[in-house]
T-cell receptor, first 115, second 112 residues
Framework: DADVTQTPRNRITKTGKRIMLECSQT?????MYWYRQDPGLGLRLIYY???????NKGEISDGYSVSRQAQAKFSLSLESAIPNQTALYFCATSDLSEGGLETQYFGPGTRLLVL | AQSVTQPDIHITVSEGASLELRCNYS??????LFWYVQSPGQGLQLLLK??????LVQGIKGFEAEFKRSQSSFNLRKPSVHWSDAAEYFC??????????FGKGTMLLVSP
Protein backbone atom coordinates (compact mmCIF):
# COMPACT_ATOMS: atom_id res chain seq x y z
CA ASP A 1 0.00 0.00 0.00
CA ALA A 2 1.10 3.55 -0.76
CA ASP A 3 2.40 5.59 2.17
CA VAL A 4 0.70 8.81 1.00
CA THR A 5 -2.68 8.54 -0.69
CA GLN A 6 -4.81 11.21 -2.28
CA THR A 7 -8.49 11.11 -3.17
CA PRO A 8 -9.88 11.65 -5.67
CA ARG A 9 -7.19 11.14 -8.31
CA ASN A 10 -9.15 13.09 -10.88
CA ARG A 11 -11.96 15.58 -10.47
CA ILE A 12 -13.98 17.78 -12.79
CA THR A 13 -16.07 20.50 -11.22
CA LYS A 14 -17.83 23.70 -12.18
CA THR A 15 -17.04 27.28 -11.31
CA GLY A 16 -18.44 28.23 -7.92
CA LYS A 17 -18.61 24.70 -6.52
CA ARG A 18 -17.00 23.75 -3.23
CA ILE A 19 -14.72 20.76 -3.40
CA MET A 20 -12.44 18.93 -1.03
CA LEU A 21 -9.26 17.03 -1.79
CA GLU A 22 -8.15 14.53 0.79
CA CYS A 23 -4.75 13.24 1.81
CA SER A 24 -3.91 10.37 4.12
CA GLN A 25 -0.54 9.04 5.20
CA THR A 26 0.68 5.95 6.99
CA UNK A 27 4.26 7.16 7.48
CA UNK A 28 3.57 8.56 10.94
CA UNK A 29 4.93 11.96 9.96
CA UNK A 30 3.94 15.11 11.78
CA UNK A 31 4.38 17.49 8.85
CA MET A 32 2.03 17.63 5.90
CA TYR A 33 1.88 19.92 2.86
CA TRP A 34 -0.33 20.84 -0.06
CA TYR A 35 1.21 21.99 -3.34
CA ARG A 36 -0.15 22.80 -6.75
CA GLN A 37 1.75 22.15 -9.95
CA ASP A 38 1.21 24.15 -13.12
CA PRO A 39 3.17 23.64 -16.34
CA GLY A 40 6.30 25.77 -16.34
CA LEU A 41 5.79 26.94 -12.77
CA GLY A 42 6.99 23.95 -10.79
CA LEU A 43 5.47 23.25 -7.39
CA ARG A 44 4.05 26.05 -5.30
CA LEU A 45 3.16 25.65 -1.65
CA ILE A 46 -0.46 26.30 -0.71
CA TYR A 47 -0.64 25.35 2.98
CA TYR A 48 1.40 23.35 5.43
CA UNK A 49 0.98 21.89 8.88
CA UNK A 50 3.79 20.95 11.27
CA UNK A 51 1.45 19.14 13.64
CA UNK A 52 -2.26 18.68 14.26
CA UNK A 53 -2.67 22.08 15.95
CA UNK A 54 -0.48 23.98 13.50
CA UNK A 55 -1.66 25.38 10.15
CA ASN A 56 0.35 27.81 8.04
CA LYS A 57 -0.25 29.62 4.79
CA GLY A 58 2.12 29.01 1.96
CA GLU A 59 2.99 31.02 -1.10
CA ILE A 60 -0.45 30.85 -2.75
CA SER A 61 -3.14 30.25 -0.11
CA ASP A 62 -5.81 32.64 -1.44
CA GLY A 63 -8.95 30.75 -2.44
CA TYR A 64 -7.98 27.66 -0.46
CA SER A 65 -8.49 26.38 3.07
CA VAL A 66 -7.23 23.30 4.89
CA SER A 67 -8.16 21.05 7.77
CA ARG A 68 -5.81 18.80 9.73
CA GLN A 69 -8.24 16.25 11.12
CA ALA A 70 -5.59 13.98 12.59
CA GLN A 71 -1.89 13.35 12.30
CA ALA A 72 -2.58 11.17 9.30
CA LYS A 73 -5.13 13.34 7.47
CA PHE A 74 -4.85 16.73 5.81
CA SER A 75 -7.62 18.03 3.55
CA LEU A 76 -7.57 20.89 1.07
CA SER A 77 -10.78 22.75 0.21
CA LEU A 78 -11.63 25.10 -2.59
CA GLU A 79 -14.54 27.10 -1.20
CA SER A 80 -15.67 28.43 -4.57
CA ALA A 81 -13.70 26.90 -7.40
CA ILE A 82 -12.55 29.05 -10.31
CA PRO A 83 -10.99 27.99 -13.64
CA ASN A 84 -7.49 29.19 -12.76
CA GLN A 85 -7.45 26.64 -9.95
CA THR A 86 -7.25 23.96 -12.61
CA ALA A 87 -3.98 22.21 -11.77
CA LEU A 88 -2.32 19.09 -10.43
CA TYR A 89 -2.41 19.04 -6.64
CA PHE A 90 0.08 17.16 -4.51
CA CYS A 91 0.08 16.27 -0.86
CA ALA A 92 3.40 15.59 0.86
CA THR A 93 4.59 14.53 4.29
CA SER A 94 7.88 14.84 6.14
CA ASP A 95 9.54 14.68 9.51
CA LEU A 96 12.85 15.69 11.00
CA SER A 97 13.93 12.25 12.13
CA GLU A 98 17.11 12.37 10.07
CA GLY A 99 18.97 14.74 12.37
CA GLY A 100 17.10 17.77 11.16
CA LEU A 101 17.19 16.88 7.48
CA GLU A 102 13.66 17.07 6.20
CA THR A 103 12.75 14.82 3.30
CA GLN A 104 9.33 15.20 1.76
CA TYR A 105 7.38 12.24 0.43
CA PHE A 106 4.71 12.88 -2.14
CA GLY A 107 1.35 11.40 -2.94
CA PRO A 108 0.34 10.50 -6.50
CA GLY A 109 -1.49 13.77 -7.11
CA THR A 110 -5.04 14.89 -7.84
CA ARG A 111 -5.76 16.32 -11.25
CA LEU A 112 -8.47 19.00 -10.95
CA LEU A 113 -10.32 20.62 -13.81
CA VAL A 114 -12.58 23.58 -13.09
CA LEU A 115 -14.98 24.41 -15.91
CA ALA B 1 14.43 34.42 0.72
CA GLN B 2 15.46 31.08 -0.64
CA SER B 3 15.16 30.34 -4.34
CA VAL B 4 16.08 27.71 -6.89
CA THR B 5 16.87 28.21 -10.56
CA GLN B 6 16.85 25.43 -13.10
CA PRO B 7 18.09 27.20 -16.22
CA ASP B 8 17.03 24.54 -18.71
CA ILE B 9 13.33 24.04 -19.32
CA HIS B 10 13.92 21.14 -21.72
CA ILE B 11 16.93 18.97 -22.46
CA THR B 12 17.19 16.26 -25.09
CA VAL B 13 19.83 13.56 -24.68
CA SER B 14 20.55 10.52 -26.80
CA GLU B 15 20.10 7.18 -25.12
CA GLY B 16 23.45 6.05 -23.72
CA ALA B 17 24.85 9.57 -23.56
CA SER B 18 25.76 11.35 -20.36
CA LEU B 19 23.44 13.81 -18.65
CA GLU B 20 23.88 16.89 -16.52
CA LEU B 21 20.94 18.92 -15.22
CA ARG B 22 21.76 22.27 -13.69
CA CYS B 23 20.48 23.68 -10.42
CA ASN B 24 21.49 26.93 -8.77
CA TYR B 25 20.18 28.00 -5.41
CA SER B 26 20.05 31.00 -3.16
CA UNK B 27 19.92 30.32 0.55
CA UNK B 28 21.12 32.25 3.58
CA UNK B 29 22.43 29.33 5.59
CA UNK B 30 23.79 25.88 4.90
CA UNK B 31 21.27 24.45 2.47
CA UNK B 32 19.61 21.11 2.36
CA LEU B 33 19.35 20.18 -1.32
CA PHE B 34 17.20 17.64 -3.09
CA TRP B 35 16.53 16.27 -6.52
CA TYR B 36 13.13 14.76 -7.29
CA VAL B 37 11.90 13.07 -10.45
CA GLN B 38 8.36 13.04 -11.79
CA SER B 39 7.50 10.46 -14.41
CA PRO B 40 4.45 11.14 -16.60
CA GLY B 41 1.25 10.82 -14.59
CA GLN B 42 3.14 10.11 -11.39
CA GLY B 43 3.98 11.86 -8.15
CA LEU B 44 7.44 13.07 -7.21
CA GLN B 45 10.06 10.53 -6.23
CA LEU B 46 13.17 11.46 -4.27
CA LEU B 47 16.37 10.78 -6.25
CA LEU B 48 18.93 12.04 -3.76
CA LYS B 49 19.59 14.60 -1.05
CA UNK B 50 22.48 16.53 0.45
CA UNK B 51 22.87 17.93 3.92
CA UNK B 52 26.52 17.76 4.84
CA UNK B 53 29.65 15.70 4.39
CA UNK B 54 30.84 14.41 1.05
CA UNK B 55 29.84 16.89 -1.62
CA LEU B 56 29.28 14.13 -4.18
CA VAL B 57 26.01 12.40 -3.38
CA GLN B 58 24.84 9.12 -4.84
CA GLY B 59 21.17 8.48 -5.43
CA ILE B 60 18.83 5.92 -6.87
CA LYS B 61 18.70 4.83 -10.52
CA GLY B 62 22.39 5.60 -11.06
CA PHE B 63 22.10 9.35 -10.49
CA GLU B 64 24.58 11.49 -8.59
CA ALA B 65 24.81 15.17 -7.72
CA GLU B 66 27.66 17.40 -6.66
CA PHE B 67 27.29 20.27 -4.21
CA LYS B 68 29.52 23.23 -5.04
CA ARG B 69 29.18 25.93 -2.42
CA SER B 70 31.37 28.42 -4.32
CA GLN B 71 29.04 28.21 -7.31
CA SER B 72 25.80 27.77 -5.34
CA SER B 73 25.08 24.77 -7.50
CA PHE B 74 23.81 21.24 -7.09
CA ASN B 75 23.93 19.69 -10.56
CA LEU B 76 22.49 16.26 -11.25
CA ARG B 77 24.44 13.80 -13.39
CA LYS B 78 24.13 10.38 -14.89
CA PRO B 79 26.85 8.74 -17.00
CA SER B 80 24.55 6.86 -19.36
CA VAL B 81 20.91 7.77 -19.87
CA HIS B 82 18.21 5.17 -20.45
CA TRP B 83 14.92 5.78 -22.23
CA SER B 84 13.12 5.21 -18.93
CA ASP B 85 14.85 8.31 -17.51
CA ALA B 86 12.61 10.55 -19.60
CA ALA B 87 10.74 12.58 -16.99
CA GLU B 88 10.65 15.98 -15.34
CA TYR B 89 13.32 16.70 -12.74
CA PHE B 90 12.97 19.14 -9.87
CA CYS B 91 15.67 20.61 -7.66
CA UNK B 92 14.66 21.86 -4.21
CA UNK B 93 16.30 23.71 -1.32
CA UNK B 94 15.31 24.09 2.30
CA UNK B 95 16.07 23.12 5.87
CA UNK B 96 14.38 21.69 8.92
CA UNK B 97 13.33 25.19 9.93
CA UNK B 98 11.79 26.27 6.65
CA UNK B 99 9.69 24.76 3.93
CA UNK B 100 11.16 23.50 0.69
CA UNK B 101 11.41 25.73 -2.34
CA PHE B 102 11.28 23.96 -5.68
CA GLY B 103 12.69 24.97 -9.02
CA LYS B 104 10.42 25.10 -12.04
CA GLY B 105 11.69 21.81 -13.36
CA THR B 106 13.67 20.48 -16.33
CA MET B 107 11.97 18.16 -18.76
CA LEU B 108 14.32 15.43 -19.99
CA LEU B 109 13.65 13.91 -23.38
CA VAL B 110 15.61 10.85 -24.44
CA SER B 111 16.11 10.23 -28.14
CA PRO B 112 16.82 6.78 -29.59
Amino acid sequence: DADVTQTPRNRITKTGKRIMLECSQTKGHDRMYWYRQDPGLGLRLIYYSFDVKDINKGEISDGYSVSRQAQAKFSLSLESAIPNQTALYFCATSDLSEGGLETQYFGPGTRLLVL
Amino acid sequence: AQSVTQPDIHITVSEGASLELRCNYSYGATPYLFWYVQSPGQGLQLLLKYFSGDTLVQGIKGFEAEFKRSQSSFNLRKPSVHWSDAAEYFCAVGSGYSTLTFGKGTMLLVSP
